[in-house]
């Protein structure tokens, strides 16, 4: 059985490790997916909420892959020529 485990404000602050306050930023924006539940409780998924992480983080380049990926690019350019 599938089971679907919801998450309120607080919890996704800790799952992302970012602010309440930028967490609502965002929502009031439509940029993380959120449901509202009544008025005013705001719930998340967290399958959807784990995708959309995995959908944003970026690996970021060392000085050693960026270097080898600028001679690619030089190499590529003196070819064209």
């Known amino acids: 059985m599938n089971s679907?485990?919801?998450?309120?404000?607080?919890?996704l602050a800790e799952m992302t490790?970012?602010?309440l306050s930028y967490n609502y930023k965002m929502m009031s924006q439509n940029l993380i997916p959120h449901y509202k539940f009544g008025n005013h409780r705001l719930l998340?998924?967290?399958?959807?909420?784990?995708?959309?992480?995995?959908?944003?983080i970026v690996?970021?380049?060392?000085n050693?892959?960026?270097?080898?990926?600028?001679?690619?690019?030089l190499?590529?350019?003196?070819?064209i020529r």
């Open 59 to 62: 690996k970021v380049k060392t």
């Open 64 to 73: 050693e892959e960026l270097r080898i990926e600028a001679k690619k690019q």
């Open 4 to 11: 679907l485990k919801y998450m309120k404000t607080k919890e």
């Open 44 to 56: 998340f998924k967290e399958e959807e909420i784990l995708g959309w992480l995995r959908e944003k």
């Open 17 to 19: 490790g970012m602010s």
């Open 75 to 79: 190499r590529r350019q003196q070819c």
